[in-house]
């Protein structure tokens, strides 16, 4: 899906990953490899393009993961019905046809689409109709964990076909909403033919699926709903390649744990032909190499085992780009992203609750010094809330919370708490029981993750804070979030560039495992503006709305906001490129080898 606003990327694992001591040294002699004295030395002259990725995708099944690296792999194998142009962000066509919105009698929004006439999966069958409403079948099945999408459908009420033209629909809507043509567009299809052989959604009415309240009976139970989403949902689905199945321009072709996936383009792919990023398919071979030590990613540049590093951590890059000898072998850039990273306070743990409480934390922490010492030269802004600064609707009268340890210690103090031991930890009773506030702070196993760790620390002990820094990997800390079992975590957030919509990330129904608003941010007026935007088309309507969003948010401190970090590129010389401010900066499947280094 490209609706990646509603993507919770705990994209610090790449970010903030960088060499310790005891990592691989990326300061080591080049390999034997002469310098480039001409285009032509290069190690490789194939047209396989191979990209580094710092942590594996945890399967490819749309539905089923948010997670970055999956989405990176599967969306060169998954289409989706509409895309958008990485430069220009207007929605263009990929499965179908734009869509063409009318507003029927009874006052509802329809959203008409034409398959193009080439579609097709890897058995020759035409993409049809009847595939559209199968996978939003998948994205509504209650007993599916696909809640991170679908609130975004929620406004579908039924989808149309044509007697005469299989490739012909139309999708009906309940209501007005901001996203729907992004979210109708935005639809991951898949093959029914491959994941439902057995036709068990066939005799289920989209129409239940799309009532809640009869899609929550038929959960409890149609066994026809409970086994698909049991086969569907099991990891062989998402990882075998005979099982993995799409319109895309490549095919899963192996996957070696812990390793690499290997992707080779599809000889009967249907818009081969196609020069454009969102369509193309010029690479005949790519290989996703797993490489999560920042050390041994800096060799394989050298060696040139990689043509490309997705999300680079950053002091990686720093050093990587003054290297004379991979100066000449590959571009190094920086792109203005569409991401946040901040740490997230869980409101449902008693420590936790109140709002000064977290007020104190964020006036703790110096994000302004964090900033400096991990992001020097500008590769980062501050954040300052839910909305990122280059929206017309950034609310300016928001100044980011300074870092002031005295003011801290009066909130804390305000808050209730004192240290009535002499311990050094401020404590307090909280459910007829005396507490220290002292709690885990989760993390990643990385250098500068754990320069993050050290330096909060250090700054909330300064207040009486007591901290435990645990370093959890990526699924673990993932899981943890989930279960609400956690009191503070980095995190990251991912954008697309459309109208904001909240409800995923902050609305109170979307708190696991309906969502993925895992603070647990509750806020009775939130939940209302939320519902507002939703349904406001007009942009000069949201506006006001957005502005008191923003203000709700600064005052009940859900997380502690950071920064706004550039993307950092790291590319070939051997290959044509475009980058995009839209994660992961390049469009793979477009990347063409330059003539002169072909075999």
């Known amino acids: 899906m490209n609706l990646r606003s509603l993507v919770y990327l705990l994209l610090v694992v790449s970010l903030l990953s960088c060499r310790t001591d005891q990592e691989g040294s990326t300061t080591d002699e080049p390999t034997t490899l002469a310098p480039a004295g001409s285009e032509y030395e290069y190690k490789h002259a194939d047209n396989t393009l191979r990209i580094g990725m710092r942590v594996e995708p945890t399967g490819l099944n749309p539905v089923l993961s948010t997670q970055a690296a999956s989405r990176y792999v599967g969306e060169m194998v998954f289409q989706t019905l509409n895309s958008q142009d990485p430069q220009t962000f207007e929605q263009v066509p990929l499965l179908a046809s734009l869509a063409d919105i009318s507003r029927e009698a009874d006052g509802t929004v329809s959203y008409s689409y034409l398959i193009d006439e080439r579609a097709n999966w890897p058995n020759g069958l035409p993409v049809t109709a009847t595939d559209v409403i199968f996978s939003l079948k998948i994205v509504m099945n209650p007993l599916i964990l696909s809640g991170a999408y679908r609130p975004y459908y929620d406004m579908v009420s039924n989808i149309v076909t044509s007697p005469g033209n299989e490739k012909r629909f139309k999708v009906m809507t309940k209501r007005p909403y901001l996203l729907a043509e992004q979210a109708i567009g ?56 005979d099982q993995v199945i799409g319109s ?26 196609s020069n454009d990023a969102w369509m193309a398919a010029k690479p005949e071979k790519i290989i996703f190499n797993v490489i999560p030590d920042a050390g041994t990613m800096g060799n394989a540049l050298r060696d040139e085992l990689v043509d490309v590093v997705a999300d680079m951590s950053v002091n990686i890059f720093k050093e990587l780009r003054e290297d004379e000898y991979l100066q000449q072998r590959y571009e190094f850039e920086t792109v203005p992203s569409l991401k946040y990273f901040g740490l997230l306070l869980n409101l449902q743990n008693p420590l936790l609750r109140d709002v000064k409480t977290r007020q104190a934390l964020a006036h703790a922490i110096d994000v302004d010094l964090l900033i400096e010492q991990i992001f020097p030269g ?55 029981a005396r507490e220290e506030l002292a709690f885990e702070f989760l993390i990643f196993p990385s250098g500068a993750s754990e320069q993050v760790g050290a330096l909060v620390k250090e700054w909330v002990a300064e207040v009486g804070v007591s901290i435990e820094v645990i370093r959890q990997d990526f699924r673990a800390l993932y899981g943890e979030l989930d279960k609400g079992n956690y009191a503070m ?45 939703r349904v406001t088309l007009k942009e000069e309507d949201r506006e006001p709305l957005y502005r008191r969003f923003q203000e709700i948010v600064y005052e009940m401190q859900p997380m502690i906001f950071l920064f706004s970090p550039d993307d950092r590129v790291v590319i070939s010389k051997r290959f044509e490129y475009e980058t995009t401010s839209v994660s992961p900066n390049r469009d793979f499947n477009a990347l063409e080898q330059k003539s002169w280094n072909k075999e």
Do not use: C
């Open 248 to 273: 895309g321009p490549y095919r899963l072709v192996s996957w070696e744990d812990g390793q690499k996936l290997t992707l080779e383009r599809r000889e009967d792919y249907w818009a081969a032909k």
């Open 378 to 432: 500008n590769m980062a802004t501050r954040a300052n809330g839910p909305v990122l600064p280059a929206k017309s609707y950034y609310n300016t009268d928001l100044t980011p919370t300074p870092y002031s340890p005295e003011r801290a210690r009066e909130l804390l103090k305000e808050a209730g708490w004192e240290d009535s031991n002499n311990d050094g930890t401020v404590d307090k009773i909280i459910d007829g």
């Open 489 to 533: 975590a980095i995190a990251g957030f991912g954008f697309d560039p459309n109208p904001d919509e909240f409800t995923q990330l902050w609305a109170s129904t979307s708190i696991p495992p309906n969502g993925t608003n895992r603070t647990g941010f509750s806020n009775a007026e939130a939940d209302k503006i939320i519902k507002q935007i």
């Open 186 to 241: 935005s639809l991951s299809i898949y093959p029914e033919y491959a994941y439902d052989p057995d036709g068990l959604l066939r005799s289920i009415s989209l129409t239940d699926l799309t009532n809640n309240a009869k899609a929550q009976r038929m959960a409890e139970e149609n066994d026809q709903l409970k086994s698909f989403a049991e086969a569907f949902s099991t990891a062989e689905r998402s990882h075998e390649p």
